[in-house]
């Protein structure tokens, strides 16, 4: 009998009138003779409850009690849902991450998916259940609870997915697949039906909410295709699925994400600084970005790196402690965004870069960082110029091209 995996997360599971219409869904997969597995997020705004409940006691919440304190809201969905699907007659089970197998390395709330052994999971589906699994979660090799980080259902989903070896992964939410931006800032935001692994990779590390990268990164070495749907919404769908390289290159979307921070340390003994430096982060557990090294003569060199501030907490109490360390070495650059272009080929040449820096320059956006990928060239701003730098590189890219297939 074919496995289907379903994911379901934002809005989607806001409240118990929703879950039961979820339950539904599955419960008519089900009878059309699937074995179905499901995977769900904390009830509607929970998680940002729970962190501003920890922030309210503490500035600097140790990293492993947020990860005992936030698994708590995917285990309330599970539950619940399988209240529901037992209502309608559907012999169902609930699991934890760890109880699903799902192991992990010791970070805490950006943890990494190492292993998946789903034996438990497959014990309930050869009883003719369906398993509901909290996502978001899993345990790592010191039996300790971990935390996947933003969209981390997404990786519990496709992870679990793979092992199993399930036909296909089904992500829901509260949108209707893939667009060339966000649709909730860009009105004439296109829908993809198709999106190569690569690519939406890269929106997703550029700050695109709607797929986890970890878990493009698990469908891409299992070669399982994603299906990003809206729950209530049906009809258009996005594939995330192997596509052989574009020819043409283009833009294909316009991401960006806005709570960035530009870390600088100047030294003279700038290697070993940076040792120092580097190891402090990872002690935190808080992952840098776009590093760049510059070499230069008396204490002119410098290294500098960005960070995404999404799955940081106590970020205060962490530069405080580096200025404490690197003094005047250190500067900390603030309130600033990235605002990421996505396609194929964008570094074949250099026409596209310089056409969006002369666009952004006639419109007095000034880009204070410029990096780039084989899919993706993203721009360092103030984050009060987000929006207004997408609607402008959407226009031009997007909007003012040939236009893509519905």
């Keep these: 009998m074919d496995l289907i995996v379903q994911k379901y997360g934002g809005s989607s599971v806001a409240d118990a009138e929703k879950i039961m219409k979820i339950a539904e869904i599955v ?8 074995n179905v597995v499901v995977v ?3 009830m509607g705004k929970t998680t940002n409850q729970l962190i501003e409940m920890a922030n309210k006691i503490s500035k600097n919440p140790p990293r492993r009690e947020m990860d005992m304190l936030l698994s708590t809201g995917e285990r309330v969905s599970m539950a619940v849902l399988c209240i529901a699907l037992n209502e309608l007659g559907i012999d169902a089970i609930s699991l934890t991450g760890s109880q699903s197998g799902i192991i992990t390395n010791d970070r805490h709330n950006d943890a990494r998916v190492i292993e998946v052994r789903p034996f438990r999971v497959q014990d309930e589906i050869e009883k003719g259940k369906v398993v509901v699994i909290g996502g978001f979660q899993g345990v790592s090799y010191k039996r300790d609870i971990t935390t996947l980080g933003r969209g981390g259902s997404d990786t519990s989903a496709v992870a679990l ?20 931006s966000d649709p909730a800032m860009i009105k004439e935001a296109k829908h993809l039906p198709v999106v190569s692994y690569q690519q939406m990779q890269e929106m997703s590390q550029a700050g695109a909410k709607v797929l986890n990268a970890q878990a493009v ?8 295709a994603i299906y990003a749907r809206s729950t209530f919404q049906p009809g258009k ?12 290159k283009g833009v294909k979307a316009v991401v960006y994400e806005k709570d960035i921070v530009r870390v600088v340390l100047r030294s003279k003994d700038i290697v070993q600084n940076f040792k120092r430096l580097a190891k402090i982060f990872e002690d935190k557990q808080v992952p840098i970005k776009e590093l760049n090294f510059a070499e230069g003569s008396s204490e002119k060199s410098k290294v500098s790196f960005i960070v995404s501030l999404s799955n940081v907490y106590g970020w205060e109490s962490i530069k405080e402690e580096l200025v ?3 003094g ?25 870069l310089l056409d969006t820096i002369n666009l952004l320059n006639n419109k007095k956006i000034e880009i204070k960082g410029i990096t780039t990928t084989s899919f993706r060239t993203s721009l360092l701003i103030k984050r009060e110029l987000v929006e207004e730098c997408v609607k402008i590189c959407h226009r031009k890219w997007i909007e003012e091209s040939i236009e893509l297939p519905e």
Aim: proline share 3%.
């Design 27 to 34: 419960a008519a997969v089900k009878k059309q003779g699937y």
């Design 217 to 224: 990164q698990f469908a891409k070495d299992a070669q399982i």
């Design 324 to 326: 404490n360390i690197f």
């Design 40 to 42: 769900v997020s904390a």
């Design 161 to 180: 997915a793979a092992a199993l070896n399930a036909e296909r992964c089904e992500i829901y939410s509260d949108i209707d697949g893939v667009y060339t």
């Design 328 to 352: 005047k070495k250190i500067e900390f650059y603030l309130q600033l965004g990235t605002v990421s272009l996505i396609g194929e080929g964008l570094n074949r040449d250099n026409t596209i």
């Design 237 to 248: 769908e996005t594939i995330i699925r192997h596509l052989s390289p574009e020819i043409p």
